[in-house]
């Protein structure tokens, strides 16, 4: 199974890296990481950087695609390309996925007209601009279309792939292999949770990227 992973300037490392190290423990998996071109693409901070090893099309048609987010999916909207090659694969995968803002390029692609989705909180209502209903779920799941939220999430939505691929077993002993058992320190990772003051912060903190 050819699972492709999106690469862009500005990703968030995290929406990748997250679901890769599970989806690259699935049985008969290859993972892919693609772009416009091959070669080295920067986080939205320029820290660290991730590397394409196959343009668009070297790789058509992979049964799985995942669209990860950063602030680089708002220049990829009108971007042709990447939307032409979202569209055209995922006319034939088993499924078509994304993390964060991902799912604004699978807006942009016309795929959520009608169908529910999410993406990170400070850009929920923007999904209402390509016909989807915004709704506020770590996880949403539109038939072979499957959406995580901000981030972290990621690695629940992989999580929940490999047991629609692989079945729950294999699904459950990845995330054993990875010691996924959440304990955060701090009940801040939601809006319904963290107090105001934080939520002001990281609005703050995300328009110096933008």
């Not at 994304?98 to 390029?105: K, Q, R």
């Not at 959520?112 to 770590?138: D, I, N, Y």
């Not at 490999?162 to 996924?180: H, K, N």
């Amino acid at each position: 199974m050819d699972i492709a992973i999106l690469i862009f300037d500005r990703i968030t490392a995290l929406d990748a890296v997250g679901p890769y190290e599970v989806l690259s423990r699935l049985p008969g998996a290859r993972v892919t990481f693609v772009a416009a071109a091959p070669g080295q693409y920067r986080t939205e901070n320029g820290m660290l950087a991730l590397t394409a090893d196959r343009a668009f099309g070297e790789l058509p048609h992979p049964e799985v695609i995942l669209i990860p987010g950063g602030f680089g999916t708002r220049a990829l909207i009108n971007d042709e390309p990447t939307l032409e090659w979202i569209r055209e694969a995922d006319k034939t995968t088993e499924f078509t996925t994304s993390v964060c803002t991902g799912s604004l390029l699978l807006g942009a692609t016309g795929l959520l007209a009608g169908r529910q989705a999410t993406t990170h909180w400070m850009v929920l209502e923007k999904l209402r601009e390509f016909g989807a209903e915004p709704v506020s779920e770590r996880i949403v799941e539109q038939g072979k279309l499957i959406m995580a939220a901000g981030v972290s999430a990621g690695i629940d939505m992989a999580l929940l792939l490999a047991a629609r691929i692989a079945g729950d077993e294999v699904a459950q002993a990845i995330q054993l292999g990875i010691e996924y058992d959440p304990q955060p320190p701090f009940n801040s990772g939601s809006t319904k949770t963290a107090p105001p003051a934080i939520v002001e912060l990281v609005r703050a903190r995300a328009d110096q990227f933008a």
